[in-house]
């Protein structure tokens, strides 16, 4: 799935370099499974009010895009441990990334800025979390 993600970033960045669909930093945050062709069968939508089984998905709303798509984090709840870029996991480890711009770090600084060239988009992990996730964690239920 994660290989999946990553492809349809590429195809979204280079629409966005091609067209005038804006900047990269436009779609910083986006739900990357919009991009794909059809919803796989294990993501739930937005995770308010959800509890996540092992092997399901669910995107975190956290803020709107300026074409006010929704924007946040994409959540998945691991079923067994996984090894992704020489990172080992534990069973029961939730795991979560943002899409962010990608891009070369001219100035060696860290940290995108005027001086660095944006080269696409892509997933990047961010705070992974050691337990299942419980119904209400990332919100209310929607009533």
Same mark, same amino acid.
Request: charged fraction near 25%; glycine fraction near 10%.
């Given at each position: *799935? ?7 970033? =590429? /195809? @979204?960045?280079?629409?966005v ?6 900047q990269y930093?436009?779609? =910083? ?5 919009a991009?794909?062709g059809?919803? #796989?069968?294990?993501?739930l939508?937005?995770?308010?009010g959800?509890? +996540?089984?092992p092997?399901?998905?669910?995107f @975190?709303v956290?803020?709107?895009?300026e074409w006010? !798509? #929704?924007t946040g984090?994409l959540?998945? &709840? %691991?079923?067994? #441990?996984?090894?992704e @870029?020489q &990172?080992?996991?534990t069973? $029961? &480890? /939730? %795991? *979560?990334?943002? =899409?962010v711009?990608?891009?070369?770090d001219?100035?060696s ?5 005027s !001086?660095?060239l944006?080269t696409? +988009? @892509?997933?990047?992990? /961010?705070?992974?979390r050691?337990?299942?996730l419980k119904? $209400? ?5 929607? &009533?």
């Amino acid at each position: *799935m994660l290989n999946q993600l990553r492809a349809a970033l =590429v /195809v @979204k960045a280079a629409e966005v370099r091609l067209s005038n669909e804006g900047q990269y930093a436009n779609w =910083v945050g986006i739900n990357p499974m919009a991009l794909l062709g059809s919803e #796989p069968r294990d993501y739930l939508g937005e995770c308010a009010g959800r509890a +996540l089984r092992p092997g399901q998905w669910c995107f @975190k709303v956290s803020g709107r895009s300026e074409w006010d !798509k #929704p924007t946040g984090t994409l959540i998945f &709840q %691991l079923g067994g #441990p996984i090894t992704e @870029k020489q &990172q080992n996991t534990t069973r $029961n &480890q /939730v %795991l *979560m990334w943002q =899409v962010v711009v990608e891009y070369t770090d001219r100035n060696s600084n860290d940290r995108m800025d005027s !001086k660095d060239l944006q080269t696409g +988009l @892509k997933l990047n992990r /961010v705070g992974d979390r050691n337990e299942t996730l419980k119904p $209400n964690e990332f919100g209310e239920a929607n &009533q």
